[in-house]
Antibody
Framework: QVRLKESGPRLVQPSQTLSVTCTVS????????VSWVRQPPGKGLEWVGA???????DYNSALKSRLSISRDTSKNQVFLKMNSLQTDDTGTYYC????????????WGQGASVTVSS | DIQMTQSPSLLSASVGDRVTLSCKAS??????LNWYQQKLGEAPKLLIY???SLQTGIPSRFSGSGSGTDYTLTISSLQPEDVATYFC????????FGAGTKLELK
């Protein structure tokens, strides 16, 4: 059974770095691409970035300067790091498995809720 | 970036109604269009991919259509469990989502 689970801090101070881990089971991160998608409270979805099954990455151009996505294939984990956090980075951060080629996200984690506040 | 505009933002319908949700892209996206359902407090769930392909396990009352810049999600007979917000997402270029249509029961 495919599962993704995000873990990370619930509260981050402004200007600090957010680190969220996505632990997957039921598939290998070397066989499927994984994206990060975020959602501010009560608002819509925003694609953050992705790590391809081969290990290369793509980032939302608006966030690229603050982002890093990496993985540990031995642990089947994907990592999101975003620096210089501001209050409008508050929201739920989801990791999602791609169905195959292209950005079709067919399985999602429960999400990690992050608040940026001092 | 390609902008996605969904309409209406809020839709009230009765059980058994045929419901149509619209999504318009700012440029041709060549059918690279997905639909997701998000219930309150849950993660999004993929319903339809590549405009009209039904994801495994999704009821057949959901269907998608469209081409060019205009796309539609149809629920043939609304059920109470369909109350949710629906998002369209294009992937002709870097993925972008619409703002969502909130579907409620009348």
């Amino acid at each position: 059974q495919v599962r993704l689970k995000e873990s990370g801090p619930r509260l981050v101070q402004p200007s600090q770095t957010l680190s969220v881990t996505c632990t997957v089971s039921g598939f290998s991160v070397t066989s499927y691409h994984v994206s990060w998608v975020r959602q501010p409270p009560g608002k819509g979805l925003e694609w953050v970035g992705a790590i391809w099954k081969g290990g290369s990455t793509d980032y939302n151009s608006a966030l690229k300067s603050r982002l890093s996505i990496s993985r540990d294939t031995s642990k089947n984990q994907v990592f999101l790091k975003m620096n210089s956090l501001q209050t409008d980075d508050t929201g739920t951060y989801y990791c999602a498995k791609h169905r195959g080629s292209g950005y079709v996200m067919d399985a999602w984690g429960q999400g990690a809720s992050v608040t940026v506040s001092s | 970036d390609i902008q996605m505009t969904q309409s209406p933002s809020l839709l009230s319908a009765s059980v058994g109604d045929r419901v149509t949700l619209s999504c318009k892209a700012s440029q041709n996206i060549y059918k690279y269009l997905n639909w997701y359902q998000q219930k309150l407090g849950e993660a999004p769930k993929l319903l339809i991919y590549y405009t009209n392909s039904l994801q495994t396990g999704i009821p057949s009352r959901f269907s998608g259509s469209g081409s060019g810049t205009d796309y539609t999600l149809t629920i043939s007979s609304l059920q109470p469990e369909d109350v949710a917000t629906y998002f369209c997402q294009q992937y002709n270029s870097w993925p972008t989502f619409g703002a969502g249509t909130k579907l409620e029961l009348k």
